[in-house]
Each structure stands twice: as C-alpha cells, then as structure tokens.
C-alpha cells in the first residue's frame, strides 16, 4: 500500500531581504558606523570611571545590541523548499448480501461470455478479437461466426474447429454458470497475476470493505471469509448500496478518489432509488459500478412484499395482502398456505395461477384471540426453482383489547378540522373527543353541536384533574393564543413531560403557532425558524393531484410504522410522492434533537441531508416522558382525491394508534421506560430509553441505569442473556439510552434496574419481541443495470460490465500528486530577536546603574 503522503525538505538558506534595497542598505550601514563611533567614544569616557574589565563588558554588551538591531533591519529570513506528494484512497465494496449468493443458472451466452473473459477463464492477445466478435454476436442475439473466412477453406476442417470451439466454450459456459455472483466478485478482485486490489493498491490508497445492511472493513487476507461466510452483523438480507459507498472506516484526511461498487445492484433499504441518487449526488465522489449477475429474471417462486396491520384490535377485521414472484411458472397452478405458528391446524390455503411477473393473494387474519400471533406464508417449492430458501416469509400480528382516546382541538371548523373528526368518529377503535373553540350558535338548540371549552382545573399542578391525563393522543390545530391560555398550556407540557403522552402540533394559517409568545410552545415545538410556503407559479397550475408543493418521506420517516401506506418501502415511497400538492404550509429547521420524517420535496433533485433538515414538514422529537409531532400542512384532507379514505384514514388512524402504543410502555411516577420498537427484526437493534422525571434525578443525581433482558422461554431463575448500559443522551438529559445488539428471535422481559436510587418496590419491565427478518432482498434476483448506470452517471463515474474491470486502474492513474512549495520564516520580527535586543539593553543598564554611571 502507498503512503498516504510524504514530505521531502530541501535547499535550506538564509537570504536578507533588505540587501535588494541599496539606499536602505546604505543607510543601514551609516547608522550603524555612526553608532559604533559613539559607543566607543562612550567607552573612552567611562574607562576613566571604572575598571577595564567593566567597560569592555559594557562596550561588548553594546555593539551586540548594535549588531543585533543592524543584521534584524537586514530582515533576514530563513528559507527551503518542500517537496509534497499526496496520494488518493481508492474504495473497492463488495456487495455480500444474500442476492450476491445466487448463482444464475438462467444467464444467457452473452452474460456467461463476459464473466469467463472477465475471470480469464478464457483469452489472450492471439483471440481476444475473435472472442470480441463473438461477444457482439451473443449481445445481439445471433450466432458467432465460429471460425474466420481467413482461417481455412477446407469445409471438414472447419466444420471440427467449430464443434470444438463450440464445445469448448459450452464447458466454459457450464462452469462459470456454476459460481454465485459474490464469488465472482471476489475472483474479480484478488485473484490471478493482474489482480484488480494488486493493481489499484500499487497506484493509490486502497480500501477494501463488505456491505449489505451494514459495512465491515475488509483487507486482502480476510476478503475471502467475509465473502463466503459473511458475519451475522452485516445483515445480508438487506442490500444498501449507500453504505457500499461510504468508507466503513470512517473520514480520513486523505480525499477518496473513487468507490468500485461490486454489485447485482438490488437496492431493497429504507432509501428508493430517487431518494439514493439524491444521496449519491451530493457527495461529489465518483461511483464506478461494476455489475455482477443476470440480468434476466430467473426461474423462481419467491414471497414478496407483505402488508398488514402489525398490531390489531380484538375481532377485528385484518387481512394479509401478499406478492408472490412467480417468474418462469406462467401458467402452473401453484399453492399457497398461511399458517398460523401456534395453531398450525388453522392453516389457510388458496390455488393460484402462475404469471411471469407476480401475482398477489389475500387471507383473512384471524383476530379472535389475544396476544402476539405468529404466521408463516408458504408457497409450495417447484422443481427448477434457481433458489428455493425464498419460498416462506414469517410475521406477526399482536391482537390487543384496548381502545385509543383522542382528544382533537382547533379554533374554527377548518376543512382539515372537518375531515380529520369525521374520520376518526368512524373509527371504532378510537374514541375521538372535537372541541371547537369558535362556532356559529344561533340558540335553537341548548349547546353547540361540538363542545366549545375546556374544564380546565384552577391550578395546573393539580394533575388529577387535568382534562387531557387519559388521552393517548392530542391534536392541536389552529387556535388563538386567547383560546389557549398559558394555564392550558402548562397542563399539556405535563400531559407529554410526565404523562408520556403524544402532542400531535398542526400548523395554521390564522394563529398556531406563529401567534403565539410561549416558552413552552416554543420548547415543545421539533422546529424552529418557520416560514410559509406557498404554492406559486407553475404549482398552481395543472390537476388536482399535481398542484401544490409536495413531501417526501426521509430515511428516518420511511422506518417508521405510522407512515406506511404499503409493505413495501418503494411502493410506500412512490404512493406519497404521487399524493396530491399543498397549496400552503409552515416549513421549519430540525431542532437539534428531532428527526425529520417528511420534508418538502425538492424539485431539482438534489435533497440531501441538510435540505431535509432545512425544510422539515412532519418532525418529532421526544419531551420528558412523551414526544411530540410537527406536522407542517393543514390540507391532508386533500389526500382524499378519488380515493376516499385509503390514505387520509389510515394516516391519521396509524398516528392515533402509535400514540397509544408509545403511551403503554411501562414505568411509574420516576420513569417510564421501555424499548423504541417493542417489535424488531432479527439483525436490527434494540433502542432502550428511560425518560426520567426531573424531580426523581434531582433527588439521586449519581443514578445509573441498565436493561437487562430476560428470555421469556428460559427457565425460572434463568440470569439475564443481555445487559446494557443506559447513559444520558448530550441533547437531552432526561432520557438515559442503550443500545443491545445481536438479539436472537424470540420474546424478552427487559426490566429496568438502577443503583445509586430508590425505583420503588415494583419492579418496570417492558416487552420486546425479536421476530425472524421479513426482507424483499430475494423477492426479485435480476440485477439492476439500470440503477448502476444512474449511480455511475449521477456521480461522474463510469458504469462498468465484468469483463472491462482491467479498464479501471487506468481511472486512477493520477490520484497520486505531485507539487514544490517555497516556505519560509522571516526571522527580523520574530519574537527571539526582540528578547535578545532588550537582554541585552537591560544587562547593560543593570551593570551601568550597579556601578554608578549615568
């Protein structure tokens, strides 16, 4: 490996700037003969006055300062040259998720023929041009002319050399169609003489790393274990080609030249490929893909996206809608069987009729009892299926007896006001209490058709009594500061400080919240530095679903449960990029501690991290014991567009059951506490947070915290199978947080323990289940050329097929630079030259004074 960069010192001399300058140089020298006239003309004086010895000393001390003063009006200065050569990293990303482990049987001639060209299975300078016809051949779909016009005309002769070229590439074919896609990528990397980490190593820094759901550094001995047996962490279910890009070791102070992106190109992460483009083209670091596996969808039966409700009410209605990937079986009856885990005698089947694509199935979830119920979707295995470990997908479904209260509040009967009442008093599972502050009363009747006040208690410490202590949630729209005064206000900063309840903030044209002068608004609120936005120009131009401005989910957002619109992550992202415009809104800055869910959708296609932060629409940010959620728009309502209640309904339903299942987690009058997700995947990890009230930390300021977790399954008396530390977070001080790793599938107690405190008596454990990971990574195995080519062309890279690998090192032929440097160091003014001349000065003053001289 190269040196990162070296520094060569050369030709040091001193030069005296003032030499250039005649007249000056003159005057220097009169000035100084002048001066050591005088000082001698003094010397002859004072000898008379004191011993010789002493004006000597008195003379030397005196022309030195001379001296001294005369070389530093020279303005002498020190100078060399420095030669500098720096070099550029290099990063090679191997994709090792479970895609990359597929071997393509079904590739064509023309895919075969370049991965045995590639691995010089096959070639040399002698039939690289008759294996370069034949390549085009194959990619046109036609038959290679086997053997040249030129070669022979004897018609046996020829007629043997192209059955034996034609066997002998058939042999080839054979076995490269045997190798998965990882493995080629390795080979590619660092086998044979001309080996690719070998050659980009000798011109530059280079970095090797595996990716999938997570990155791991690699080096040229551990690349072949990681490739074949990739550590359990990577999270080969998932294929995140953003992280593949970004160095796993982190910054350096060394530029990254490039990345070479070993992959089939499957992207199946939180980011869609609008979103990952946007990515990738902010970071200004050239991407050069090099796509490995088939492009043609292989012969294979495999469970795609699921969707359904993850937690449902007691007898409930709740369906599973399923995609199967059915390439290559158009036409076969195929089956399909749901089966519940703990009661495999209630198993659901259904015959379907194969197409080349997909085809999808629903079944009807059986909500009749309480608790966590596990599932297996299974489709029947069929021989020449390329794989057949993608033909069952497992979930689960929690089925809950509770009921969700919501408490909505606005000043007017806006339309976003209207809307949302009427859908959540639709809701059977949610009990919705409107107050409406302003509304027509014409006396008819003996009250207004909403209620019109709160009965607020005289003092907001009497929590008791607080009209909000038993709601989940709470949904403020646009009320005036007079119809909301600070007494209310206070009781809603405890209901979410202490009540750990949700605060669900809506922006308003008339009054919220830029009417309002309140710390605690201003304290509660996940953003800051709000202006309107308006639709304006062409926006307000076109059809309904078009006009307005939009949002767009973040990487944060499209995790979360309570924006899904589908199963599937870039369904779900193109079904809010399709949602109708915003005529008007409040955008705001991300505070510190928030996270931004939705942001306004850049047009031009840049994104990036900061423009989401800067243009935040939905933003949350935990307070105290609860959270609280901006949302930017008050036209959700307009999500209605032809298609009724599919996405308004379900947006706000989702939001009021979120509230709720955060507002269970467990704790007492000190804390409440519990994990960020009470159910993840295998292979994700755990969040813990306590979130303290301020009172108890005041009184044990020295508490520490951990989570330990214990295996429901285990023995009694079994000892906790994880621990984990809880420290408090830089941002916010009340919420102690850890982080547990590596959890295997199955249920765990976690129980809260402290020391240095007194929790109480009962001890507060909360439950989390780590399910067996639902991925797409297997649902579609052709590789993705079209992606890479966008990646390439985004980042001003070059986009790269297996066998033109050897065209790469020649790509960064000159990230080494050189460059010379003149340095210098003016030593006139520098700060030694000062402290001699007054040492100087000052001994020759204390010796002249000592001895009695003037």
């Known amino acids: ?45 004072e000898r008379r006055l004191v011993r010789r010895r002493l004006g000597l000393t008195l003379l030397a001390l005196r022309l030195v300062a001379v001296g001294v003063v005369f070389v530093a009006l020279l303005e002498p200065v020190l100078t060399w040259t420095v030669d500098r050569t720096q070099t550029g990293r290099v990063l090679i990303a191997v994709d090792v998720s479970d895609s990359m482990a597929t ?6 001639k023309s895919e075969r023929l370049r991965w045995i060209r590639a691995l010089k299975m096959i070639g040399n300078d002698a039939v690289d041009a008759q294996l370069d016809r034949w390549q085009e051949a194959f990619d046109n779909d036609r038959e290679p002319e086997w053997v040249g016009p030129d070669e022979t005309k004897d018609p046996i002769e020829r007629a043997e050399r192209e059955a034996a070229r034609r066997q002998q590439l058939d042999e080839l074919m054979d076995a490269v169609g045997q190798i998965s896609r990882k493995e080629i990528a390795r080979r590619l990397i660092d086998s044979g003489p001309s080996a690719l980490w070998d050659r980009i190593d000798d011109l530059a820094i280079g970095e090797l790393q595996v990716f999938a759901g997570e990155a791991a550094v690699a080096d040229a001995e551990s690349l072949p274990e990681l490739v074949a047996h990739p550590a359990r962490s990577l999270q080969t279910d998932v294929s995140d080609l953003l992280l593949g890009v970004t160095p796993a070791g982190g910054a350096a102070e060394t530029p990254l030249a490039g990345v070479v992106l070993f992959t089939d190109g499957r992207e199946n992460a939180a980011l869609d490929g609008e979103q990952l483009l946007a990515r990738l083209r902010g970071q200004s670091v050239p991407v050069y893909p090099v796509l490995v596996g088939s492009q043609r969808r292989p012969r294979d039966l495999a469970v795609g996206e699921l969707e359904y409700p993850e937690m449902v009410y007691q007898d409930d209605t709740a369906v599973l809608h399923a995609q199967l990937r059915t390439p290559g079986f158009d036409g076969q009856k195929l089956t399909v069987t749901l089966e519940p885990a703990d009661h495999p005698e209630q198993s659901q089947s259904q015959t379907i009729t194969a197409t080349d694509r997909s085809v999808e199935v629903e079944f009807e979830l059986d909500a009749t009892l309480l608790g966590r119920q596990p599932y297996m979707l299974r489709i029947d295995p069929q021989p020449g299926e390329t794989r057949d470990d993608n033909n069952e997908k497992p979930f689960t479904v929690n089925v809950v007896d509770d009921e969700t209260r919501v408490l909505v509040l606005d000043g007017a009967a806006r339309w976003e ?29 003996p009250e207004t058709f909403f209620p019109r006040t709160l009965a607020l208690p005289e003092e907001a410490a009497q929590t008791r009594e607080s009209p909000f202590a038993e709601y989940d949630a709470i949904i403020i729209g646009d009320i005036a500061p007079s119809q909301l005064p600070g007494k209310t206000w206070d009781l809603l900063d405890r209901f979410v400080q202490e009540g750990g309840g949700t605060l669900v903030l809506t922006a308003g044209k008339d009054h919220f919240p830029r009417a309002y002068n309140s710390p605690i608004v201003e304290r509660l609120l996940p953003v800051d530095r709000l202006h309107v936005i308006e639709a304006s120009g062409p926006q307000q131009a076109g059809p309904p679903s078009t006009r307005g401005f939009h949002l767009t989910l973040t990487p944060d957002g499209a995790r979360q449960d309570f924006l899904q619109f589908d199963a599937d992550g870039q369904a779900n992202a193109r079904i809010w990029g399709s949602l109708p415009g915003h005529p008007w809104g409040l955008v705001g800055q991300a505070k510190p501690a928030a996270t931004v869910f939705a942001s306004l959708r850049d047009e031009t296609g840049q994104g990036g991290l900061d423009f989401e932060r800067n243009n935040a629409l939905i933003a949350h940010q935990h307070a105290g014991a609860g959270q609280v959620l901006w949302i930017g728009v008050d036209s959700t309502w307009r999500w209605r567009l032809r298609v009724g209640d599919r996405y308004h309904h379900r947006f706000w339903g989702q939001i009021t059951r979120w509230a709720a299942k955060f507002k269970a987690s467990a704790g007492n009058e000190h804390v409440r506490f519990g994990p960020d997700r009470s159910e993840i995947e ?39 199978v994880a621990t984990v530390a809880l420290e408090p977070t830089d941002t916010r001080p009340l919420i102690h947080e850890g982080k547990a790793t590596s959890l295997d599938a199955g249920e765990y107690r976690v129980e809260l323990t402290v020391s240095n405190a007194d929790l109480g008596d009962e001890p507060v454990t909360a439950e989390l289940i780590v399910a067996e990971r639902g991925t797409s990574e297997l649902a579609e195995l052709a590789a993705d050329r079209n992606l890479l080519e966008q990646i390439a062309e985004v980042t001003g890279g070059r986009f790269f097929y297996p066998d033109e690998i050897d065209e790469i090192p020649e790509l960064f032929a000159s990230v080494t630079q050189h460059e010379s440097s003149r340095e210098e160091i003016p030593l006139w003014d520098h700060w030694l030259v000062l402290a001699l001349s007054f040492g100087l000065l000052t001994t020759e003053w204390v010796l002249r004074k000592l001895n009695g001289l003037p």
């Not at 071997?103 to 064509?108: C, I, P, R, S």
Request: charge should be neutral; glycine fraction near 6%.
């Open 1 to 45: 490996m190269r040196d990162q960069s070296t520094n060569h010192f050369r030709m040091r001399r001193f030069t005296f700037n003032a030499i250039g300058d005649p007249a000056w140089l003159a005057t220097l020298v009169l000035l100084a003969g002048a001066a050591t006239v005088c000082i001698v003309l003094l010397y002859r004086y």
């Open 103 to 108: 071997v393509d049987k079904q590739a064509d």
């Open 417 to 445: 006001f209207r809307f949302l009442d009427n859908a959540l008093a639709r809701d059977e599972r949610v009990q919705v209490d409107p107050v409406l502050f302003r509304q027509p009363y014409l006396g008819v009747l």
């Open 682 to 720: 295998v292979g994700e990890d755990a969040i813990l947070r306590a979130r303290w009230n301020q009172r108890f930390l005041n009184e044990f300021p020295d508490l520490k915290a951990r989570a330990e977790f214990f295996d429901v399954d285990a023995p009694e008396g079994a000892g906790p």
